[in-house]
């Protein structure tokens, strides 16, 4: 994973005492997003005799997400020659255009030898097939490369053009100095996402691993491009793009990454906006009021299910957090003055056209929803998607006061461009925000997940038999909606996200409340419950949880990992660790550091950036060592505690003595 390569070799036994090896090595370049590379080693030990080759791309692809085994892709056309062959085919609905090509080299005993391949085509299939012979001691090697080019970046009719002639450049380049880039891009990727575990094989395992496939996943180069749940490791959700991507993803990116990688994922979601829009408009609401899609790849609502489509709206105020959480990080006020503001004008004012005035409770109330908990649907009051609600209302008039104090004249034309009245929009929401209804139990003194959540039978989790977990694989959904059994955070997911508005108490009562209930059975949930946890000082629950949440896909905890890695929950794994056990939180650009460690770890380190400043903290059970890895000044806080370091400085704090 290091230099992000798959390696397998084996020995063929091809007769007795006659033996074969071969060794197949192959990368997608991390430098050249567009290449990928396959060496095939071929070593006799002591046979002698022909071996055959068949080079080939094959684009007759079969998707498991299909109806009645329907293709996907028609062929346009399709080229081969000796030593290379170009196939380009389109997708039936929406006329996308793919050119695949590759070309190859083969080697004898270090050198290039010539051949006079057979060639193969026929529809959406073309190879080279040839002999060599060889004796013992011989070795072959053969170089395939293959690039990929998209009617996303190229004109449909210059697509074999260009991909032909990017063909010939990868070749020039040769394997080694293709597969030296490679390594050199992802050396830059582990020095500012690596986690190091001193004392947990296990732990150690599961983070780079998970570090490894978020980043192979998005590169964050092109604003037009997010992340889907599955990344590319299986083809459920079918590619698109969930909240998931703002709650989990962007914090990940934000900490390890370039601003830009952070911004384009915000961008994804601005191109969007008038989508999204017309959207809400389809379900009647009006006025510029925009409801993002629950599932989408193009903007437009792919998803189908209506208690999700229609009323999982959470979603939007997932899309306005994020917005808060990258200003936090970054401080890029020229992102919300240029983009961020008119997004958050238009969630706000589906807010305030989906609150409804409540005569009976004399207060604002948001009916017919589901929240992340999707073991619930159709509920009235969800705690989180009320608090949701009022937060985005209070953070878009207080951008707004912003920006009519640093630059009126820009407010003044985004309130034309969107037909924004202040006095008159801005009242309804300064209404709901001081009337909004929500659910508590005063004798618990708990926030409630959602009107009538008491009247179900409060079991714990663990009262479930082995052999019906997951319930959703075992249980009819009557009975999954009548239960009280919590698929992930729901309430603790607002007190994650908002938790500078609650005392650890509060927390810790609710979390004591919900997390006996919740069976964990979404990606999304343990991670989010470990870094609760930490934050309210249950060190071994957290730890147990963050186990849960980064071994998810390595030990199939769900027994759903033949459908692909939950790709952006791993994102979760990372945070867990850093701000869960380490407790690094960035507020208005600055750093807090409220380290924990787990009882059988002797240590932990990560990396993270705050802008242009990358660090490493390092934690052991008495101590916190900063190392200022740029040239600007860090300035920090440990455990309440202020601290500047120096570029290239270091400082170590005693835990037990310093405070």
């Not at 996943?217 to 604003?223: P, S």
């Not at 009320?386 to 207080?398: D, E, G, M, P």
């Not at 209404?431 to 009247?455: A, C, H, T």
């Not at 000044?633 to 309440?640: E, R």
Request: with cysteine; aromatic share 12%.
């Amino acid at each position: 994973m290091k230099e992000g390569y798959l390696e397998r070799s084996f020995k063929i036994a091809v007769s007795e005492n006659k033996t074969i090896e071969i060794t197949s090595r192959r990368f997608l370049s991390m430098s050249e997003p567009d290449i990928g590379i396959i060496r095939y080693s071929v070593s006799s030990f002591d046979f002698e005799g022909i071996l055959e080759f068949t080079v080939y791309i094959d684009a007759d692809v079969s998707n498991e997400d299909t109806n009645y085994g329907e293709k996907f892709w028609n062929e346009v056309s399709r080229g081969v020659t000796a030593g290379s062959g170009v196939i380009s085919a389109r997708t039936m609905k929406t006329d996308f255009h793919v050119s695949t090509g590759m070309c190859f080299e083969l080697k004898k005993n270090r050198k290039v030898i010539e051949i006079s391949p057979g060639i193969i085509s026929r529809e959406k299939y073309i190879a080279n097939t040839f002999h060599v012979s060889v004796k013992a001691g011989d070795e072959l090697v053969l170089n395939k490369y293959v690039s990929v080019l998209s009617s996303l970046n190229t004109k449909k009719e210059h697509l074999t053009r260009d991909l032909k002639l990017r063909l010939k450049e990868t070749k020039a380049k040769g394997y080694d100095k293709l597969f030296l880039d490679h390594v050199k891009e992802w050396d830059r990727i582990w020095l500012t996402s690596d986690i190091v575990i001193e004392g947990d094989l296990s732990a150690q395992q599961a983070i780079r691993f998970n570090i490894f496939h978020l980043n192979q996943t998005y590169t964050g180069k092109d604003e037009r491009l997010n992340i889907g749940p599955k990344g590319f490791t299986g083809e459920k959700y079918g590619g698109s793009t969930y909240w998931d991507t703002e709650a989990f993803a962007l914090p990940f990116f934000l900490k390890t990454a370039d601003q830009k990688v952070g911004r384009n994922l915000l961008l994804y979601r601005y191109r969007h906006l008038e989508k999204s829009i017309a959207n809400a408009e389809k379900l009647g609401f009006r006025d510029g009021a925009a409801l993002y899609p629950m599932v989408t790849m193009n903007g437009e609502e792919c998803h189908n299910e209506w208690e999700i489509t229609f009323e999982e709206i959470h979603r939007n105020g997932a899309i306005a957090f994020a917005i808060y959480n990258y200003l936090r990080h970054t401080c890029d006020q020229e992102y919300m003055a240029e983009y961020g503001l008119e997004v958050l004008i238009a969630i706000s004012r589906f807010w305030n056209q989906r609150s409804t005035y409540s005569e009976n409770l004399k207060k604002y109330v948001i009916l017919g929803v589901t929240g992340p908990n999707e073991y619930e649907n159709n509920v009235n009051n969800n705690w989180y998607t009320n608090f949701l609600a009022v937060w985005t209302l209070s953070y878009t008039l207080k951008n707004i006061e912003i920006l009519e104090k640093d630059k009126p004249d820009k407010l003044k034309t985004l309130f034309k461009k969107v037909k924004f009245n202040y006095s008159k929009e801005t009242s309804g929401w300064k209404d709901i925000i001081k009337e909004m209804y929500f659910p508590v139990d005063s004798k618990r003194n708990v926030f409630l997940q959602q009107d009538g959540f008491l009247d179900k039978e409060l079991l714990q989790a663990s009262s479930i038999q082995p052999a019906e977990r997951p319930i959703n694989q075992h249980w009819s959904w009557d009975r999954i909606l009548r239960s009280c059994f919590i698929k992930q955070a729901d309430v603790l997911h607002g007190l994650y996200f908002f938790e500078d508005q609650f005392d650890n108490e509060t927390i810790k009562r609710n979390f004591d409340f919900y997390e006996p209930m919740t069976v964990h059975e979404s990606s999304l949930s343990a991670c989010v419950h470990s870094i609760v946890a930490s934050r309210i000082g249950y060190i071994e629950k957290a730890y147990e949880l963050y186990l849960r949440t980064a071994r998810l896909d390595l030990d199939d905890y769900n027994k759903e990992v033949a459908d692909g890695l939950h790709i952006t929950s791993m994102a979760g794994t990372w945070l867990a660790i850093v701000e869960g056990f380490g407790g690094m939180r960035i507020m208005d650009c600055k750093i807090r550091l409220n380290p924990l460690i787990p009882v059988n770890w002797k240590s932990y380190s990560f990396h993270a950036r705050s802008r242009d400043v990358l660090f490493e903290v390092r934690v052991t059970k008495d101590h916190v060592i900063v190392n200022n890895l740029s040239e600007k000044l860090l300035q920090l806080a440990i455990s309440g505690h202020d601290y500047e370091i120096e570029g290239s400085g270091t400082i170590n704090v005693n835990l037990k003595t310093d405070f």
